[in-house]
C-alpha cells in the first residue's frame, strides 16, 4: 500500500507564492511505473487536474489554468514529488491533493488514481 503525505499548503497573498511537497512511501513503489499528479478541490467544485508527472522522468503535464505558473518536480532519492506554485490568484484557493498510479502514462482525470493523500489547504487572499 503506498502512502502519500503532502505538506507545506497555508496562507498567501495574491500574487505570491508556494511549495507543497508529498512524501511517498510504503508498497511496492516503483520509480519505473508510476504516475505521480496533483489535484485540487475548491468547495462546491469538481477535482481538479493541477499537475502530473512520470516518476521516471519526462513531459509535464499541467492543467490550462496554472500553466507558467506551477511547476511540478520531483526528488527520486528523498521520494518526494513538489508543486511550486508562483504567481497564486485567489481561484488557486483548495485543498491539494497528490495522487499516484502504476501506469507509464500520465492521466488528468481522478478516478484513475489509486493512491491518494490526505490534501492540505491552500488559501490565497487578494
Known amino acids: 500500500q503506498v502512502q502519500l503525505v503532502e505538506s507545506g499548503g497555508g496562507s498567501a497573498q495574491a500574487g505570491g507564492s508556494l511549495r507543497l511537497s508529498c512524501a511517498v512511501s510504503?508498497?511496492?513503489?516503483?520509480?519505473?511505473?508510476?504516475?505521480m499528479a496533483w489535484f485540487r478541490q475548491a468547495p462546491g467544485k469538481e477535482r481538479e487536474f493541477v499537475a502530473g508527472?512520470?516518476?521516471?522522468?519526462?513531459?509535464?503535464y499541467y492543467g490550462d489554468s496554472v500553466k507558467g505558473r506551477f511547476t511540478i518536480s520531483r526528488d527520486n532519492a528523498k521520494k518526494t514529488l513538489f508543486l511550486q506554485m508562483i504567481s497564486l490568484k485567489p481561484e488557486d484557493t483548495a485543498v491539494y491533493y497528490c495522487?499516484?498510479?502504476?501506469?507509464?502514462?500520465?492521466?488528468?482525470?481522478?478516478?484513475?488514481?489509486?493512491?491518494w493523500g490526505q490534501g492540505t489547504q491552500v488559501t490565497v487572499s487578494s
Open positions: 508527472v512520470l516518476w521516471s522522468g519526462g513531459q509535464e
Open positions: 495522487a499516484a498510479r502504476q501506469s507509464r502514462n500520465v492521466a488528468m482525470t481522478p478516478p484513475l488514481y489509486m493512491y
Open positions: 510504503g508498497g511496492t513503489f516503483d520509480s519505473y511505473s508510476h504516475n
